[in-house]
């Protein structure tokens, strides 16, 4: 995947499309960008619109990370910005593989870790119904793809789950407090929870 430098401060983008900002004693005019924006061949759209800064593009911070699958948290309590960078090569064949069949390989087995993460303002796992949710973003921007209006989560080893259809969630999704959350069971996975840590596990 092309190496991408990510502009702008978390929270600094706003739906204006002339607006004014300042950073230490300096003020900066940012303009809407006028042009389009294309992320392998796909062009890049987000609620909140690229901004040029003399003469600079700024784009929003998590909605690039998406695009480009890496992982954007805010850390409230050292607030700060985390990016990581995804782990090249099989992860990268295997996004591809699901976005072209809509599947991955069953290569998993029930009980393997799927993925283990300390619980934070956009990655949690919550109970509804009996049912257990975890935020999408706490499964990884690489495990999510679109085509067209669909959005879809391919967990590897279990089929594509279609997530949105036109900004709609579907019924394995709930929205809690702005988070989209995915059903667990829908993908194929299990939680073992242990204070604030999370296992993710196959089913």
């Known amino acids: ?11 600094l983008i706003t739906s204006m499309a002339v607006g004014v900002f300042a950073a230490n004693t300096d003020i900066f005019t940012a303009q809407k960008a006028t042009f389009d924006i294309y992320v392998e061949g796909e062009k890049f759209e987000s609620e909140n619109p690229p901004l040029v800064v003399e003469g600079r593009t700024y784009l929003p911070l998590r909605t690039t990370g998406e695009a480009l699958g890496v992982k954007v948290n805010w850390n409230e309590s050292l607030r700060r910005v985390e990016i990581e960078k995804n782990k090249e090569g099989d992860e990268e064949m295997l996004k591809e593989e699901t ?26 796992i919550k109970e509804v ?52 959350l995915v059903k667990l069971s829908s993908i194929g996975l299990e939680a073992e929870i242990n204070g604030d840590t999370v296992i993710l596990r196959y089913k």
Do not use: C
């Open 1 to 11: 995947m092309k190496k991408f430098v990510l502009g702008f401060a978390l929270g």
């Open 99 to 124: 976005k072209q069949t809509g599947t991955t390989k069953d290569t998993s087995k029930s009980g393997e870790i799927f993925k283990e993460f300390v619980q934070s303002g956009v990655e949690y």
């Open 129 to 180: 119904n009996g049912e257990l949710y975890v935020t999408v973003n706490a499964l990884g921007g690489n495990y999510i793809h679109r085509e067209g209006d669909n959005w879809y989560i391919s967990i590897p080893g279990r089929e594509s789950l279609l997530a949105k259809v036109n900004n709609r969630l579907t019924e394995h999704l709930i929205e809690d407090r702005g988070y989209a």
